[in-house]
């Protein structure tokens, strides 16, 4: 069973920037899309970013559209989601999870993902 986890949440002022991390083991995700979602108290999940199986297509909610960048290293099984020019609504936490249908570029339901990691918490202050 594949388990992916989160790191590389923090504090940061505005403006500053986090490289996030999400790392599979006992199994692979090299063969999977991978999305980053994020989550604010008493709210859903809402959609960041996806990268398809093989890097070669990438996709971005529009409130991070030029401020997140997305990448990934199948040698090392980990998807990189890096945030560029913090705001405070950035703050959330953060989860990465595979798509569940292989060899493909993903989508924005979170309903269409599996192997959920614990999150990793963004705090943004002003």
């Known amino acids: 069973q594949v388990q992916l986890v989160e790191s590389g949440g923090g504090l940061v002022q505005a403006g500053g920037s986090l490289r996030l991390r999400c790392t599979a083991s006992?199994?692979?995700?090299?063969?999977?899309?991978v999305g980053w979602f994020r989550q604010v108290p008493g709210k859903d999940r809402a959609f960041v970013a996806r990268i398809s199986w093989s890097g070669d297509s990438t996709y971005f909610a529009d409130s991070v559209k030029g401020r997140f960048t997305i990448s990934r290293d199948n040698a090392k099984n980990t998807v990189f989601l890096q945030m560029n020019r913090l705001q405070p609504e950035d703050t959330a936490v953060y989860f990465c999870?595979?798509?569940?249908?292989?060899?493909?570029?993903?989508?924005?339901?979170?309903?269409?993902?599996?192997?959920w990691g614990q999150g990793t918490q963004v705090t943004v202050s002003s």
């Open positions: 999870a595979r798509y569940r249908t292989m060899f493909s570029s993903g989508s924005f339901y979170d309903g269409d993902y599996d192997n």
């Open positions: 006992g199994g692979t995700v090299r063969r999977s899309a």
